[in-house]
């Protein structure tokens, strides 16, 4: 199956302050076509620099790691073919809905179809408004323009960046529904987050940066084969996680913080407990 | 809700600085919109105008809209005096003028404008303006015909009338009548050949034939008055000696002829007073004259035009007074118009028209004081009256009238008729015999 | 699907930043106050001599100059700066739009709002002058020519200042631009005579770096209609479009490097 995308040693340094930054430490990783990889990642540990390198709005330094989109080096000549859904995006004001996604079809060189935009329009529950300018619109709803137009064009690969924000159950649902109408018509998904339940719901594979490294990059169904059990328990000295490999395991563990008296918090099975390892505690304070 | 406090502080805040700014900027910013009262005096405030260099600096190119501005702003400052323009100096009307044209330079009627305002406040200041418009525009005949206008009616120099309308008719698109005025003026001012040489210029330049005939005709009387035997001599005015007559001495360094040491003229140009029964009036005319030319010409050096006749000798009347045109200044002396006499009578509280130069009026006014002075007795008006106006009865000529009668002026209307002659402050008529002097 | 052309890219921008600008409320709020000081003129004219509606042409060419330059500054620079710093630049460079191409369609753009505010203050203009019994209209096309020529120069450098420092200070820099560009070759002539060496080398490297913006101001000839060369608006296009360029390249210089 071909790479959609390849990164091999791939290093991005900010100068802040006259500090050095290192968003991105050599990292490299493939993403093969129809796969949908969920990002995970506790702030600060380098998604969005990732994604920025990856839709070209960054271009990564010389000698510093090689990137490839769609079998090429130059970003620049594939863009039409991405799509990008940046966090809290922030668009034209005085236009309105329908014109910016015409605006977003024509630039990826496809001629005006007022149908398609229509369509997608009601995808995301914007038709009643698409004549309604974008600085009237709320945090929901310029995400699903933000979606919208990062779909306008059928993109071959679709990369978001925490797709769900912003959003109530419907809409979240709307998001799901779209990865995986668009999983199911052979793209490409990428899509960060920090909601475990949806990597787990959506994705085929999974990648855990932290730091500007990466520090899992596995599929779900190798995840699922170690899946075990993770027991979080408290007693008056604090609290403790324990992890059961087995069901049998996890009775005799449960059995055990009984009896030393210890008050069970949770009990969590599949991959998000081996995920949160990585994780660490940060997930529990942001959750 | 701090913030809302905060906020609406500052608004307030600056709502006042604002407000603040402007009222003490009311002064620069707007026009004298109200018209001084009569009676408010002319205390003018000091003029912040930077000069029309520093402005064009930092005009940031909108010279064209900030000269509007300002002659907006000389327009109304003189609108707004208009009603006090006898007594007002307008001192900063020529600043106002010349740097807003500076900015504008291009602006013709500006000048022109500002040239003819002026030059019924300060006859320099206007030739000053136009000069200024001249340098700007120095092929547009309008502006030394302005000043030769100016130099002519206002100043009496019609050489320097001469010399500016000359230029003028040396200028494109000048109207017809200028070259002959040129050639006048010279005339009028005794320079016989500055007159022929100008208007044998514009005789040969010109293919009007229309024009060419009335330039033929101004040379050739041009030419007639030098054939005469027109010749001009100086002469020191020792006395005035009747309303058309001088006694002068002329200067004895013109070898061409002899003459006495001292010598009556009689002016050529003049017309003695008529001999009208008009009564008491019948005396005053003469006396009146008379002392028009005493103030214009005793004391002075005058350059007397004689003409001699064709055996060498200068004409002189039965009485051996030497006829001659009489020039001051390069002005040739011009008796006043006494006009309908005794005048019509005209309320000094009224008085709209500028008190002119050399003719007769007559004003009513409420006496407020009598003052003895050294040089003779004020009858004043008082600052009630529109103008400071004073009536003076010398001290030689106090004899004549009823003192018990003048002691009782005071509060009373009475009208008096004469020359009225300007001053810096006051406006006074000198009053030689009761009759000038009528009680109501 | 094929990717479009520089110039069809750069186009579209142009169209939608365009529309982004003049439907700001500041571009009506500016065009109307823009109205009511031209429509002023009509008293000024009662106050001022000279040639019939001298005030509504001084007033009307002054105001149409400071208007463009207040709609370059108070949107344009706004428009930019807000794009850079709420990250609506995400958007554009996601798509095949390159730093340049955004580069380019601001600069059009800001360009075309310009060019109807112009548009607007030469209709209000034309129709002073039209109410006052006077057809002016070559004087009206050809000023605002030459603003839109000034306006080219000075929202380039807009854009460079936006690009280097915050969005006030910015819209100060630009300012000052206008200002110095105004006031340059003055300043040039007067130093010449002065001995103050440290301030005629400031002088001249001003005169050397920034542009002549008065070279742009006809409006003492167009107002009292006296003619103004061809060659001279030849020069003045050239003038504009290649100090313009200038400028613009060293912008997409300072953005490509710009880390967003």
Not at chain 1, 41 to 58: D, F, H, R, V
Not at chain 1, 91 to 105: C, G, K, P, T
Not at chain 3, 211 to 232: M, R, T
């Amino acid at each position: 199956m071909e790479n959609v995308i390849e990164v091999n040693g791939l290093c991005k340094v900010y100068k802040k302050n006259f500090r050095k930054i290192h968003a991105l430490k050599g990292i490299g990783f493939t993403v093969r076509k129809n796969m949908i990889l969920g990002i995970l990642g506790p702030n600060g540990a380098g998604k969005t620099t990732l994604l920025k390198l990856l839709t070209g709005i960054m271009a990564p330094e010389r000698g510093m790691g090689t990137l490839a989109l769609l079998g090429t080096e130059d970003i620049a000549t594939v863009k039409h073919r991405i799509g990008f859904l940046p966090e809290n995006p922030e668009f034209f004001r005085n236009i309105s809905a329908y014109e910016l996604l015409v605006f977003a079809q024509r630039v990826s060189g496809i001629q005006h179809d007022r149908e398609k935009i229509y369509r997608v329009l009601r995808q995301v529950r914007l038709f009643d408004e698409r004549r309604e300018r974008v600085r009237n619109f709320s945090k929901g709803m310029r995400q699903r323009i933000g979606i919208a137009q990062a779909i306008i064009h059928e993109p071959e690969l679709l990369i978001l960046d925490e797709p769900m924000s912003g959003l109530d159950p419907p809409g979240r649902r709307m998001v799901t529904d779209i990865i995986e109408d668009y999983a199911k018509l052979g793209r490409t998904i990428l899509f960060s987050t920090h909601d475990l339940d949806d990597i787990e719901a959506l994705c085929t594979d999974v990648m855990v940066l932290k730091e500007g490294e990466i520090l899992l990059e596995k599929s779900l169904a190798q995840l699922r084969l170690g899946s075990r059990f993770l027991i979080q328990a408290e007693n008056r000295e604090g609290k403790f996680s324990q992890v059961a490999k087995d069901t049998e395991e996890l009775w005799r563990m449960l059995e055990n913080i009984r009896n030393k008296g210890m008050r069970i918090i949770k009990v969590q099975s599949g991959i998000a407990d081996h995920l949160e390892l990585f994780y660490g505690q940060e997930t529990d304070d942001e959750s | 809700m701090k913030r809302i406090l905060i906020t609406n502080s500052l608004l307030l805040l600056c709502f006042v600085m604002a407000g603040t700014a402007l009222y003490w900027s009311r002064d620069f910013l707007t026009a004298d919109r109200r018209v001084v009262p009569d009676s408010e005096q002319t205390v003018e405030r000091d003029l912040y105008l930077p000069e029309a260099d520093y402005l064009k600096f930092i005009s940031l190119g909108h010279d064209g809209l900030i000269s509007d501005v300002i002659l907006a702003k000389a327009l109304t400052y003189y609108g707004s005096h208009y009603k006090t323009r006898h007594t007002f100096t307008f001192k900063h009307l020529k600043k106002l003028f010349s740097t807003a044209l500076k900015m504008d330079p291009r602006n013709v009627e500006g000048f022109l404008m500002a040239g003819n305002l002026l030059s019924g406040i300060d006859v320099q200041e206007a030739i000053d303006i136009l000069k200024l418009g001249m340098s700007f525009h120095p092929q547009h005949w309008k502006f030394p015909e302005m000043i030769g206008y100016i130099y002519f009616y206002q100043l009496k120099d019609s050489a320097n009338a001469g010399k500016y309308y000359e230029l003028a008719a040396g200028m494109p698109g000048h109207p017809p009548y200028i070259p002959s005025l040129s050639g006048k003026f010279y005339q009028e001012s005794g320079r016989y050949k500055e007159a022929l040489r100008v208007l044998h210029n514009f005789y040969s330049t010109t293919t009007d034939k229309r024009l060419k005939e009335s330039f033929k005709q101004s040379i050739d009387e041009v030419e007639k008055r030098l054939k005469s035997g027109a010749f001009s001599l100086q002469a020191e005015v020792l006395d005035v000696t009747g309303p058309i007559s001088l006694l002068v001495r002329p200067d004895r360094n013109n070898p061409q002829f002899t003459l006495a040491e001292t010598e009556v003229v009689t002016l050529q140009n003049a017309v003695p007073p008529e001999k009208v029964n008009d009564g008491a009036w019948a005396t005053l005319k003469p006396l009146l004259l008379q002392d028009h030319l005493t103030g214009y010409l005793r004391g002075k050096t005058v350059r007397l035009e004689l003409v001699r006749k064709p055996d060498g000798s200068l004409e002189r009347d039965g009485l051996n007074r030497l006829s001659a045109s009489v020039f001051n200044e390069n002005h040739l002396y011009q008796p006043p118009d006494l006009g309908t006499f005794p005048p019509e009578v005209e309320d000094l509280k009224l008085k709209r028209t500028h008190f002119q130069a050399g003719k007769i009026i007559a004003l009513r006014f409420r006496v407020h004081q009598l003052k003895q002075e050294p040089e003779g007795l004020y009858i004043d008006a008082g600052t009630s009256g529109r103008t400071p106006f004073s009536a003076i009865i010398s001290t030689d000529r106090l004899a004549r009238f009823d003192l018990q009668r003048l002691n009782q002026l005071p509060g009373r209307f009475i009208t008096v008729a004469g020359f009225a002659d300007m001053a810096a402050d006051r406006v006074t008529m000198k009053i030689y015999l009761p009759v000038q002097l009528i009680g109501n | 699907m094929k990717a479009n052309g520089m110039f069809k890219q750069t186009r579209l921008l142009e169209m939608i930043m365009f529309r982004e600008l003049i439907r700001d409320k500041i571009f009506i709020s500016l065009s109307g106050a823009a109205v009511v000081l031209v429509a002023a003129s009509l008293i000024l004219n009662e106050m001022v001599v000279g040639q019939e509606i001298k005030a509504t042409k001084d007033l009307g060419l002054s105001v149409l100059n400071v208007f463009s330059l207040f709609i370059l500054i108070f949107l344009g620079v706004n428009q930019v700066s807000r794009d850079l710093t709420n990250k609506s630049l995400y958007f554009l460079f996601s798509r095949p739009i390159s730093r340049a191409h955004y580069l380019l369609g601001s600069w059009f753009s800001i360009l075309a709002a310009v060019a109807a505010g112009i548009l607007v203050m030469s209709a209000v203009i034309f129709l002073l002058s039209f109410l006052q019994q006077e057809v002016w209209l070559g004087g009206i096309i050809a000023a605002g020519f030459l603003t839109m020529l000034e306006m080219m120069v000075l929202s380039a450098f807009a854009l460079f200042f936006v690009l280097i420092a915050s969005p006030q200070l910015a819209m100060f820099l630009t300012l000052l631009t206008y200002v110095i560009g105004h006031t340059i070759e003055k300043a040039a002539v007067i130093i010449e005579q002065s001995a103050n060496l440290p301030l005629k080398y400031l002088i001249t490297v001003l005169d050397a770096v920034l542009p002549n913006l008065e070279f742009f101001n006809k409006k003492p000839e167009i107002v009292y209609g006296l003619p103004i060369s061809a060659d001279f608006f030849l020069h003045a296009t050239l003038y504009a479009f290649a100090y313009a360029l200038l400028v613009l390249l060293v912008s997409m210089r300072v953005l490509a490097k710009k880390e967003l």
